[in-house]
Every structure is written in structure tokens, then in C-alpha cells.
């Protein structure tokens, strides 16, 4: 069944082997220093097909060499974490014998170069990391960050990646049920796409990708190979220059069609017991999905290509162990059930070879054409991959606020509408109508609140998802930007009454060897920690995106967050008021604009520090919400947020189609205006309860107002529901449709 190796040959007298020079070792991405490391470790000169595969291993994408040492400060376990970080995605036990499995990852550098198949790709590839585990994709999210709207590119790229992200989602038929997009120059250059997505499996069929067992069949399957994404993943470890058309061959090309075919596939061969261990080939393709087997699993992989199904003639080794070519997968089976396993992938389409072995020597063999083209240390393929300590300097202090900032503006209903018609503070509506939202018919609830609620079959049990960050806090103090980031998320799940259970990351910043750069990431990862031990909310999976900049400009620091939860379908909670309902705010009225969206849009600048963020209010506060939720005290809940009290209001209003009067105190424009943080804007029929819920628990709940009537009234202004829905929805669209 496995074909015998051709014969063995020296790599290093390989005749028709171009010359290694540092040229061409730096154009692979690789420092003298690393390269001299490697050369160490193989005892030789290595074959161009060997610098290309520890090009791959070792760049910032794959190895994680620059974040690693701060990555591992990050809690990772808890009572429900089945599988953190180090697998294809995280894994959290749920109950009922069934587990939620999710990650986010970028596809920034692609969705800029071409951005219908960049952000289309990324969403195919966080697909394929779910179902390579076992579990059924249920929702995809996004997280998307795009250049200013002047910006001559900005246009084409929100176009096309929208497309992609959507066409993609669509076809494969998975609900794109939330996400983010935002605006910010510091993107001009280097558009933001982060995808998430999420899938159910039973806690007894989890698929690993570690080998087991010696000479067993490592098998291909999925579409065939070809020269797109030859070096994606050197690309997503390198900064930008203006000019990136150098860089198209890198960009991989995605079929949603074959993706599903291949979901099924892949679970179906799973449920045969034929699986050993599964690996997608992502970035890196055949490269590292064949060295993380191996290595994870203590064996080596000994390679054929000339059995690998390629659809373009006379590839190289080189290139097919670097090509990322989509909608693939390397795995190992039990040969007792190669029959059934080829029965499978005929009934579904997909090509299929046995392309190699496991082997007890620990190394990663090449053969094609008769030739050895590679004989290296598996294990040091990863284990052995530099890691630096890079050094970061003190953030600066932001700029400070003046009274000119604190000043309240000229007509306060003007200066809502502006905030609500603006382009991120507008509504989404032209994005997330592009998507399927609701295919599967489990979704309750998809964009538009502050999680998305996906319904787990017929039974009561729900996942809450959404993902969050807020850039301008990051990049004003690192610490408190990653606190606030996973706070938020916190909040986001405990709004619609989920207890929240884990987290996934996707970690967007500049290059790392800045030292002012490196500060932010450290600063955030602190942040992000602290929150997470304090809320019990662990990191269970994650991907780090660093060197987004272009021409030495980099995007503002962007951790962003996906988090899921679980609640009961009946006592889902929604933003969506009702006349007559009495409203309050959880934790008080606020008194923080630094760095707030206000400040942005009216001032021209986050300026100031950001909203502080205290985790033991944060806990007591969401506690707090979720048992009144649970409790039958409250029928409308928001969390207040980029905009303040002015945004979640507005938002809250047009969701039900009711206006509301704000009784505010003094300087109405910083209540509306402030982003304090673990707060809540909560509706109720029955006020009384609730208020002595909240003295009994030792809440702080102040009265907001009235639900009722077709306007926003707030103390020297008052704003009519048609007059902020037509704000609310004119941007986007307008902006989308501009000629020039």
C-alpha cells in the first residue's frame, strides 16, 4: 500500500541545487544569524527545498518567536478547558457530553493584497481548523479594520473583503452571526481581517493532530496542489511596502464548495475510526502540517511527492512543500481502513493519495524525482526555532485632555446624530446584510446586539459568541486596552444572560522589533491576562498577527477578542426596550471621556488616558446582571460601551422602535458621552424588585428614565427615532456607492 522510497541521496551533492547565498537567504525571511543556527543543526549546507521548509517553521507566523515568552504568562486552564493552546483550536466542555471548539486567526496581509480571495481564504482556513478536531461548524465571526474612508483604497478593499468573508461563509453554508468593523488611518496600508469561527463535538470524538504508530500511511486529501500561497505564511511575518503587487503569488486561492465537500468527508472518515491524527494544512501547507504531526507525536514523516495530486505540471518540491493551496488536509489512518477511507473520498470528490509514512528516526524526509530533496530533525523544526526577547521601551503617556475637550458642544442633539451617522458609529447593516445570517436555522439571534445566541439542537442550551477590542484604548495604555478588551467580551455575553466560559485571541500589532512596538504587545498581553485570571475566563486558543505596517507606519495595536458562553434559549435577553419599561444604569452614571469615540469625532482625537478598568466591579456588576436576568427582572439589556450612554441608548431605541426620556444630572454630554467602564443599561417593569435586588447584592443601579414615545430626550435636547435611524443607516451605504 505505502510505495517504498526511492533510493536515498546526500542533499548536499545534489547537482542541480542553486547556490545558497545570503541573498537568497534573506529573501526566505531568515536573519545570517538564523540561518547559521540552522546550518548547525543539519551539520551541512542545506538544499533549497530545506531552506524553504525552515523559512516556513521559523518565521514569525509559524514559530511564534517573538510573542512565545509572553504568550506562556497567559491563563490557560480551567474547570471546563478540555484543550488550550497548541492544538488546531481550543476546546471547552459545555455539558450534556458536548463541547464548544473555537479560534480566531488573521488573514491580514492576503485581504490587502487581493481582498475578495484574502478574506474569503482566511474564513475557509478558521473553518478547517474547527472541523480538523471533529466538531460541525455552527457560526463564523469577523473582526475587520480598514483605512481611513478617504483613503483611495479603502473603498476597494472594504468591497472585496466584505465579498470575500461573505461568499465564502455563504457558500459553505455556516451563519456569519456577528463581528466588527471599524475605520482608522493607522489601517491605510494594512487592512485588519481576523475570523472566527465555532463548532460543537461530542466530548468523546475530539480528533489531535499527534501521529501515533510507526509506518502507518500519511494520507493527502482534499483539492489538488498549485502555486498559490507559495510563501503566505514568509509573507505574514514580514511589513509591507507600498508597492505589494510583488507579493499576489503569495495570496491563496479558496472553493467553498470543495471546503464543505471536505467538512464532510472529514467527519465522516472520522466516525469510522480510520482518523489517527488530523492536521489541516494551513499555513505552511504540506510543511507544517506534516512537521506538527510528527513532532507532536515523537516520530518522523518520510514523504513521497511524487504521489501528492497537484493541478499544474513540473512542480517543485520546493514548491509543493511551501505551495497553501486551500481546502486541504494531511492525515494519518489506520490502513485496516484504507478501503472504507477511499470509498469515502470518491463518494464526496476530492483527490486522495498516500504520500508518505511514519517512522520511528525522528526526521522529516523529501523525496520526488528520485531525489532526496530534504533529511532534517523533525522536533527541531519547532522545538529548535529561534525565540527572542525582544527588547520594549515605557508607552508614552497619551495626550492629554484640555478643557476645550471637556467643553460641552454646541447643540447636544447635533451631536449625537453626528456620533451615530459617523463612520464607526454607524450601523452595519450594508456589511452583515451581504452575509447568511441565519443559515442552519439555529441562530436566535445573529448581528446587531451585544452577542449572538446560537441554539444547540432541540434542547434549552445556547452558545452566546461575539469578539471585541477597542484599538484607541490599546494604543493610549496597552495595560488598561487589554484589560478593557476582555472585559468587554465579559460584558458583551453576561448582556444576552450567558455565563461566560473561554476565550480565543487574535493578536494585531507592528513589528516586534520596535521597542515602542514590542511595549504595546507586552502591554496588552499583561492586560489581558489580568482579566482573564480575574474573570475566569482563560485563553484557550489564539493566533498571533505581527509586522502589520507599511513604510514604517504601524496600525494602531488591536488584540482583538472572541469569547463564548452558555445560557438557557428561554432566558435569552435582548437590547430591545419596551414603552413603559423604567430604566437604569448598572454601575452609575460616568464621568471618563478620555479616549472615548466622542472625543474622535468631535475633537479629531482619542485624547487622554482610557476608561480605567476595575475587574472586581466588573465581576460584581455582570454577576449581578445575569441573576436579574435569570431572576425575570429585566426585559431590555445593554452594556455601555465605544459611545457611551448616548450610543447604547440610540442603539436600544432603534432596536425597539421606542424613544425614551434620560433624566440626567448636571453636564448631560459627559454622561452621554463617557465610556466608564462595567456598566449596563438595563429595562425593567418592575423597578421596585430590581432595585432591591440591587441593594441586597450591594449594587450600584441609578435611575435613568422612561421608555416610551418616537424620540430620545436627554436635558437641552431631543432627537426623533426617524431622525436617528436615518443617521444611524445612511453612512455605509452612501459611502459604498460613492463614484470616486
Same mark, same amino acid.
Given at each position: 500500500?505505502?510505495?517504498? #522510497? ?128 471533529? %466538531? ?55 487592512? /485588519? ?77 472520522? #466516525? ?109 523544526? $519547532?522545538?529548535? %526555532? ?21 467643553? %460641552? ?13 459617523? %463612520? ?6 450594508? +456589511? ?43 494604543? #493610549? ?44 504587545? +507586552? ?22 498577527? /505581527? ?14 477578542? $472572541? ?10 435577553? $435582548? ?78 431605541? /432603534? ?14 454630554? +459627559? ?30 443601579? #441609578? ?10 430626550? +436627554? ?26
Amino acid at each position: 500500500m505505502i510505495k517504498t #522510497a526511492p533510493e536515498e541521496r546526500n542533499p548536499s551533492v545534489l547537482n542541480d541545487e542553486p547556490q545558497i547565498t545570503p541573498e537568497l537567504v534573506a529573501r526566505h525571511g531568515l536573519t545570517p544569524e538564523e540561518y547559521e543556527r540552522f546550518v548547525g543543526l543539519v551539520g551541512r549546507t542545506p538544499t533549497l527545498c530545506e531552506l524553504g521548509i525552515v523559512s516556513a517553521m521559523w518565521n514569525e507566523h509559524c514559530s511564534y518567536k517573538s510573542s512565545k515568552p509572553w504568550l506562556k504568562t497567559l491563563p490557560t486552564e480551567g474547570p471546563h478547558v478540555i484543550h488550550g493552546p497548541g492544538e488546531n483550536a481550543g476546546v471547552v466542555d459545555i455539558g450534556d457530553g458536548l463541547a464548544v471548539v473555537f479560534k480566531m486567526e488573521s488573514h491580514n496581509h492576503p485581504s490587502y493584497i487581493e481582498p475578495h480571495q484574502g478574506a474569503a481564504t482566511g474564513v475557509g482556513g478558521i473553518l478547517r481548523d474547527v472541523f480538523t478536531m471533529g %466538531a460541525r461548524p455552527v457560526a463564523v465571526l469577523n473582526a475587520l479594520r480598514f483605512g481611513q474612508p478617504d483613503h483611495p483604497r479603502t473603498r476597494h478593499v472594504v468591497s472585496g473583503v466584505v465579498a470575500g468573508v461573505g461568499g465564502y461563509g455563504n457558500a459553505f453554508g455556516v451563519p456569519t452571526v456577528g463581528g466588527e468593523t471599524e475605520f482608522d488611518a493607522s489601517y491605510d496600508g494594512n487592512c /485588519l481581517v481576523n475570523a472566527m469561527a465555532v463548532g460543537i463535538v461530542k466530548t468523546d470524538a475530539i480528533f489531535l493532530s499527534e501521529a501515533k504508530g510507526v509506518g502507518r500511511p500519511v494520507v493527502y486529501l482534499g483539492s489538488k496542489t498549485g502555486r498559490d500561497g507559495i510563501h503566505g505564511a514568509t509573507m505574514a511575518s514580514a511589513t509591507f511596502e507600498s508597492d505589494n503587487d510583488t507579493e499576489r503569488s503569495a495570496v491563496q486561492v479558496g472553493d467553498p464548495f470543495s471546503g464543505k465537500r471536505l467538512l464532510e468527508a472529514s467527519l465522516e472518515l472520522m #466516525a469510522t475510526g480510520a482518523v489517527i491524527a488530523i492536521q489541516d494544512m494551513g499555513a505552511a501547507g504540506l510543511t507544517s502540517s506534516a512537521v506538527e504531526m510528527g513532532a507532536k507525536g515523537n516520530l518522523g514523516i518520510h514523504l513521497n511527492l511524487d504521489d501528492v495530486p497537484c493541478r499544474e505540471t513540473g512542480m517543485t518540491a520546493y514548491e509543493m512543500m511551501l505551495s497553501e493551496s486551500q481546502e486541504r488536509m494531511l492525515m494519518v489512518l489506520d490502513p485496516d481502513h484504507w478501503d472504507e477511507a477511499q470509498a469515502i473520498f470518491k463518494k464526496w470528490e476530492l483527490d486522495s493519495a498516500i504520500v508518505g509514512e511514519t517512522a520511528d528516526d525522528l526526521r522529516f524526509k523529501v523525496f520526488h524525482n528520485g531525489k532526496q530533496e530534504a533529511d532534517l530533525p523533525i522536533k527541531d523544526l $519547532g522545538d529548535e %526555532a529561534p525565540v527572542y526577547d525582544r527588547p520594549h521601551t515605557t508607552p508614552p503617556l497619551p495626550e492629554p485632555m484640555t478643557a476645550a475637550h471637556a467643553a %460641552a458642544p454646541a447643540d447636544l442633539g447635533a451631536a449625537i446624530l453626528e456620533m451615530v451617522g459617523s %463612520a464607526n458609529g454607524s450601523s452595519r447593516r450594508w +456589511v452583515t446584510e451581504q452575509y447568511d445570517t441565519v443559515i442552519s436555522g439555529n441562530v436566535a439571534s445573529g448581528p446587531g446586539g451585544d452577542a449572538a445566541v446560537v441554539r444547540l439542537g432541540d434542547g434549552p442550551q445556547a452558545l452566546a459568541i461575539c469578539v471585541d477590542v477597542t484599538p484607541r484604548y490599546c494604543f #493610549a495604555d496597552p495595560f488598561e486596552g487589554g484589560k478593557q478588551a476582555v472585559a468587554e467580551v465579559w460584558r458583551n455575553l453576561t448582556s444576552v444572560g450567558a455565563d461566560p466560559l473561554a476565550i480565543t485571541d487574535n493578536l494585531n500589532f507592528g513589528s516586534p522589533q520596535r521597542p515602542e512596538i514590542m511595549a504595546q504587545f +507586552v502591554g496588552c498581553i499583561k492586560g489581558i491576562g489580568e482579566a482573564s485570571r480575574a474573570l475566569e475566563f482563560p485563553v484557550v486558543s489564539g493566533n498571533v498577527s /505581527l509586522y502589520n505596517e507599511t513604510d514604517g507606519t504601524a496600525i494602531l495595536p488591536t488584540p482583538a477578542i $472572541g469569547g463564548v458562553g452558555t445560557l438557557d434559549i428561554h432566558q435569552r435577553m $435582548g437590547i430591545a426596550w419596551k414603552a413603559g419599561d423604567t430604566l437604569f444604569i448598572v454601575g452609575g452614571h460616568g464621568e471618563h471621556l478620555g479616549a472615548s469615540l466622542y472625543l474622535q469625532i468631535a475633537h479629531g482625537g482619542a485624547f487622554g488616558p482610557p476608561p480605567p478598568v476595575d475587574l472586581a466591579r466588573e465581576k460584581a456588576h455582570g454577576d449581578f446582571v445575569r441573576e436579574a436576568i435569570r431572576g425575570g427582572l429585566l426585559s431590555a439589556c445593554h452594556d455601555i460601551s465605544s459611545g457611551g450612554l448616548a450610543m447604547a441608548a440610540v442603539e436600544m431605541a /432603534l432596536a425597539s422602535g421606542v424613544g425614551a426620556r434620560l433624566d440626567l444630572p448636571l453636564t448631560p454630554h +459627559v454622561l452621554l458621552f463617557a465610556e466608564d467602564q462595567a456598566r449596563y443599561v438595563v429595562a425593567t417593569d418592575d423597578p421596585d424588585a430590581l432595585m432591591q435586588a440591587a441593594l441586597d447584592a450591594k449594587i450600584g443601579l #441609578a435611575p435613568l428614565g422612561m421608555a416610551g414615545g418616537d424620540q430620545l430626550t +436627554v436635558p437641552g435636547a431631543r432627537v426623533s427615532l426617524a431622525a436617528l435611524s436615518e443617521a444611524h443607516e445612511a453612512w455605509f451605504p452612501a459611502y459604498m456607492a460613492r463614484q470616486n
